[in-house]
């Protein structure tokens, strides 16, 4: 028989100079910048050394679920300091990752399709040696959801709506588990708790809201140590890890946007591994040594069209512009291997994918009869709107300027407007265009997590979206999200991107590689089917 914690609460739903050899810089410079291992670390555990990595956007704020650096934030902060109910399952590279437990050891939803009950994980200390049970969990949602409670924000509440938003009622049944219920029926709800992190309560306490970024407490397998805002933030590892102690003995963050500065940061040794190296610099950096690893993930490098105005709102000058596109010479040529030509909406890497349904390959002429008949012979003009960089955004510039030279082969002449990621996506979120333009340039992901489905295809987004809208593609949509059994949503995901594909609301240019450039002296990395990364097998030679 279950104990009732407290009543259902209800909550209103809230709104990613040479090497010159390499090995024998490093393994001075690493030394001398700690990025090295000793013998043996403290306690007598043995040594993996300091992996110092160089991220390509700005740090996250690392207070759970606040983050604000995409993915890519998450993948290299919040996810190494938190856990939520669920993770993926990063262990291999042959498949899109799967979510298997975390802090919930199983779960089960109940014949209303809504109530959900959770089985946690006994054992668990966060990283101050809090143990983590079922008040734990309620203490966070409460954080989350309950804008009465003293440790919720307006900041936490507008982050944590995107996964946890449809959370109305959660209660504890024992210390061992506890029971959510949904607004809607929703078959991805395990799927999102991985983006549900848990803070420890005692944390949390001491030093409210306000500061707890300042001292971050979850149960990840690193525990913070330090931060330089804006610059760097420092882990260290957790040793009392449920799933077992990292093999690194420290791992440091670093921000460096620019991508000739990761270069060159891993040529001096001051990093032992860059995110998304500069295409250009890879040929040199492999034969100099580094180790280059990528793999297929849910990633779309697109631009986003405005389909409710003249011209782009006529599926025929949509799909012109999509024949127009050399996407094979960007993928090879510019981006040199490290992402793969995008025939269709559904990335590759990804269970919608469909081998059958590439469909956009290089046709100018093609291009030039569809405009044509959309009464455009002589093309027209049009604007879009770049970042200058951020997460999972590759060399945003220059792939617009090779989209643009093929657009304008057919007659199509683009303005390129620049700004900063922060600045596109903050507008984006309040469902407008950062300069003015008829589209926008960026990369997202579609499938890593499935409660963003809507507001990139759905109709009425709160997102900026083109203002694309297919009734059928909200009905399978919708299809999809209420089913629990994940073949039915696959199936249901696969023909709603068909649509989209047919439809052409974007141009679809290039499914990133994931590439990252590592040195010598790295070691253990499984390259995931995902955005994220599991770094707990990694260490660093000495």
């Known amino acids: 028989m279950t104990h009732d914690h407290h009543p259902h609460r209800h909550h209103r739903p809230s709104a990613r100079r040479r090497l010159g050899g390499l090995a024998a810089l490093l393994s001075l410079s690493l030394a001398a910048a700690g990025c090295g291992n000793g013998s043996a670390a403290p306690g007598g555990t043995q040594s993996g050394g300091t ?32 856990e939520g109910l669920t993770r993926y399952d990063l262990s291999k590279a042959d498949g899109p990752s799967e979510i298997t437990g975390a802090l919930a050891t199983s779960w089960q939803v109940a014949p209303d399709r809504r109530t959900w009950t959770f089985t946690l994980r006994k054992g668990v200390k966060f990283q101050d040696d809090t143990p983590f049970d079922a008040d734990a969990v309620l203490f966070n949602l409460d954080r989350y959801l309950d ?29 061992d588990s506890v029971q959510l219920v949904t607004k809607e029926p929703n078959g991805h709800f395990p799927q999102d708790l991985a983006h549900v992190l848990i803070a420890s309560p005692t944390a949390v ?39 077992g102690a990292p093999k690194l003995d420290k791992l440091v963050v670093k921000a460096l946007p620019d991508a000739a500065a990761r270069t060159a940061a891993l040529r001096s040794g001051s990093v032992n591994w860059i995110e998304y190296p500069n295409p250009d610099d890879i040929p ?40 127009a596109i050399d996407r094979e010479a960007i993928a090879d040529k510019l981006l040199h ?65 090779a989209v643009q030279r093929d657009l304008a082969a057919v007659g199509i002449k683009v303005e390129i407007r620049t700004t900063d990621w922060s600045t596109l996506i903050g507008a984006e979120a309040k469902g407008e265009v950062a300069r003015g333009s008829q589209a926008i340039a960026q990369s997202t992901t579609l499938f890593q997590s499935e409660a963003l489905l809507p507001l990139f295809i759905g109709t009425g987004s709160r997102f900026w979206t083109g203002h694309y809208s297919n009734p059928e593609v909200d009905r399978l949509l919708a299809t999809a999200g209420a089913e629990a059994d994940r073949t039915v949503r696959e199936a249901a995901y696969k023909k709603a991107l068909g649509l989209v594909t047919a439809d052409a609301p974007w141009l679809f240019v290039v499914n990133d590689r994931n590439p990252r450039a590592l040195s010598p002296k790295v070691d253990g990395l499984v390259q995931p089917q995902s955005w994220f990364l599991d770094l707990t097998t990694v260490r660093v030679a000495s």
């Open 337 to 401: 291997g490290t992402a793969a030509p995008a025939l269709q909406a559904a990335p590759r890497g990804t269970f919608a994918h469909d081998p059958a349904g590439d469909t956009f390959g290089h046709d100018p002429d093609r291009a030039k009869r569809l405009l044509a008949e959309a009464g455009y012979p002589d093309g027209f003009s049009t604007s879009v709107t770049v970042p200058t960089g951020g997460s999972g955004n590759l060399v945003p510039v220059p792939i617009a300027e």
């Open 205 to 243: 306490k001491k030093t409210g809201s306000a500061k707890f970024s300042e001292q971050p407490v979850g149960t990840g397998p690193f525990r913070f140590v330090r931060q330089t805002a804006g610059e760097q933030i420092e882990l260290a590892r957790f040793d009392g890890y449920w799933r």
């Open 51 to 82: 992996l110092v990595i160089g991220a390509t956007g700005k740090l996250p704020n690392p207070d759970t679920v606040i983050g604000g650096a995409g993915f890519e934030g998450k993948r290299l902060v919040s996810f190494q300091l938190y």
């Open 147 to 175: 804008k009465k409670n003293p440790y919720y924000t307006d900041a936490l509440g507008a982050a944590a709506g995107e996964y946890a938003g449809g959370i109305t009622a959660y209660s504890k049944l024992s210390e």
């Open 284 to 323: 040199s950096l492999k034969a100099d040594g580094a180790k280059i690893v990528t793999n297929s993930y849910d990633h779309l490098w697109y631009w986003i069209l405005d389909t409710a105005a003249k011209p782009w709102n006529d599926p025929r000058v949509r799909q012109a512009a999509n024949y």
